[in-house]
């Protein structure tokens, strides 16, 4: 009798804790696509991003946050929580006429909080497949789709290589004409916020925008921005940042409105080191997109919440990968990740500054173009060719080298914590470290699967299907 009423008070008290104040929040995860380490504000304050550097100087700075050296890896990473050389796309990215895609037998981050109970939607770039409906985004996850599955189409016209590329759910869809890409994919998102309603639902709002991926295509307005820039390439890069940042200042003015912050997190990412071949910048860091180099992997990022960080306004520098936003999200959100992931939870450490859970990470191990590398703590060790650009590519109009196709040795130690910029190659001096780094390399090797990267198909040819790129050849 005595026991009773504490009892019932508790049972009270862990019934408003999983149904009342802990009820898991909107995630709101917003891609960048080819967004350099250099061309944010917070790194460097040339660039006019006032909405995103207000979040993430109000949030937390990921000062070490990984992704993949290009677009559908990073992407496969999101979406599944494993690494590109565990889903066979390791290699490159998936070509509009290859018959690419990621395995169906992968449940996805959408798939796994549905199951929760989440709405979930998706603006903007896919590039995980199409050659069959069940490769696209309705079918892997999400209540409804606006944008495209490709890459590197026209930010106006949706055109890439003689194929129109823009779909909302299955259908082909062609948004007003002449509007720019960053506007309809902020005008769709802040559509979805009006049909969701922030106390009784919970959204999982995927955004990976175009910008600012080449062509480097941007209003004038943008551009105008920049206009003590001589460079015009430079310019219209700087100009489709400018872009992208007004398109998140809308969505979160919308989130705000709306009432979603009071319980939203909010991560940006970009999905690559910038391609300073089309006037991105990464430095102080070495490298660009495609290369296994800082500069193509360190990428800008952030996590911003109104209430859900215990410690924030500040930079966190512990190690993150891609693979980590699936397990981090989906815990968050009050599920389960299965054993056996490449990624682990990193609430902790994104939301008080907890060590990270990761002391290690594979960058890549691609079976194709016979390179790979791997961090360790403070060391990284390159196997191969890091890639084709390799050199710290500075801001225009100064020119340097690209250092084009530099043979390098075999494997390449560096320590991170010493030499961030990759300037000092110091395997000979360390043998022991290199060969513990090879033996790790050497187990996670062992568990790859080749990279399916098949020849393109003709088959796929936007001719046969009334000019569209279409699902329906594989
Ligand atoms: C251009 O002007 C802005 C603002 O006045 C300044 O912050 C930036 O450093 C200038 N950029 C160059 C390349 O001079
Ligand atoms: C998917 O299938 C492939 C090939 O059979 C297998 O290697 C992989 O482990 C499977 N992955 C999952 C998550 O089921
Ligand atoms: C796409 O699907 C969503 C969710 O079912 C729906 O609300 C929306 O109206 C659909 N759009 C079109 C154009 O069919
Ligand atoms: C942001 O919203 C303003 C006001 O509605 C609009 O004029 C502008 O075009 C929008 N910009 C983007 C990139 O969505
Ligand atoms: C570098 O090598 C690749 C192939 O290995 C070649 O396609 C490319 O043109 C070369 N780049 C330069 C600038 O020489
Ligand atoms: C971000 O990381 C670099 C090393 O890569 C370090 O020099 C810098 O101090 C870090 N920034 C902050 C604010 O911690």
Redesign the pocket.
């Known amino acids: 009798m005595d026991s009773s009423p504490p009892l019932l008070f508790f049972a009270v008290l862990a019934g408003m804790v999983l149904f009342g104040a802990a009820k898991p929040p909107h995630i709101i995860f917003i891609v960048a696509d080819d967004l350099g380490w250099n061309d944010v504000g917070w790194h460097n304050d040339q660039m006019f991003t006032p909405n995103l550097d207000k979040m993430a100087r109000a949030g937390v700075i990921l000062n070490s946050s990984y992704v993949q050296p290009v677009c559908t890896p990073s992407r496969n990473c999101f979406m599944t929580g494993y690494y590109p050389f565990h889903t066979g796309l390791q290699h490159e990215v998936i070509h509009p006429s290859h018959p690419g895609y990621l395995p169906a037998n992968f449940t996805t981050l959408p798939q796994k909080l549905k199951q929760l109970g989440y709405t979930t939607h998706i603006v903007g770039k896919w590039h995980l497949g199409f050659c069959d409906w069940k490769y696209t985004p309705t079918y892997r996850g999400f209540d409804s789709f606006m944008g495209y599955y490709n890459g590197a189409e026209d930010y106006f016209t949706h055109i890439r290589d003689n194929g129109y590329d823009f779909r909302f759910n299955t259908s082909v869809h062609h948004p007003p004409e002449g509007e720019?890409s960053?506007?309809v994919i902020?005008?769709r998102a802040v559509e979805i916020l009006d049909s969701v309603d922030p106390v009784r639902d919970q959204l999982y709002l995927y955004l990976p925008f175009q910008s600012v991926h080449a062509p480097l295509e941007v209003p004038e307005r943008y551009e105008n921005i920049y206009a003590n820039i001589s460079t015009k390439s430079r310019r219209q890069y700087c100009g489709m940042v400018s872009?992208l940042d007004?398109?998140v200042?809308?969505i979160t003015s919308a989130l705000r409105d709306r009432g979603f912050m009071d319980n939203a997190l909010i991560v940006f990412t970009t999905d690559n080191g910038g391609p300073t071949f089309t006037a991105a910048n990464n430095l102080p860091l070495r490298g660009a997109k495609t290369t296994l180099w800082e500069g193509g992997t360190r990428g800008a990022a952030f996590v911003y919440s109104d209430n859900l960080l215990q410690n924030d306004g500040y930079t966190n520098n512990e190690m993150i990968h891609a693979v980590d936003w699936f397990p981090t999200l989906l815990t968050l959100a009050g599920g389960k990740p299965d054993a056996g992931m490449d990624g682990v939870n990193q609430w902790p450490t994104v939301s008080s500054g907890a060590p990270s859970a990761r002391s290690e990470f594979v960058y890549n191990i691609d079976d194709i173009s016979k390179n790979a590398a791997i961090r360790v703590g403070q060391y990284k060790l390159i196997e191969g060719s890091p890639g084709n650009h390799n050199g710290w590519t500075p801001l225009p109009p100064l020119e340097a080298s690209d250092m084009f196709n530099v043979s390098f040795p075999e494997h390449q130690l560096f320590d991170l914590q010493a030499d961030p910029t990759e300037h000092h190659d110091i395997a000979s001096d360390n043998p022991d470290v290199v060969s513990k780094l090879l033996g790790r390399l050497s187990f996670h090797k062992a568990t790859m699967v080749p990279a399916n990267f098949p020849p393109a198909d003709p088959a796929s040819d936007p001719k046969n299907f009334g000019g569209n790129w279409s699902p329906g050849w594989c």
């Open positions: 720019y960053a506007n902020s005008a872009a007004e398109a200042g809308n």
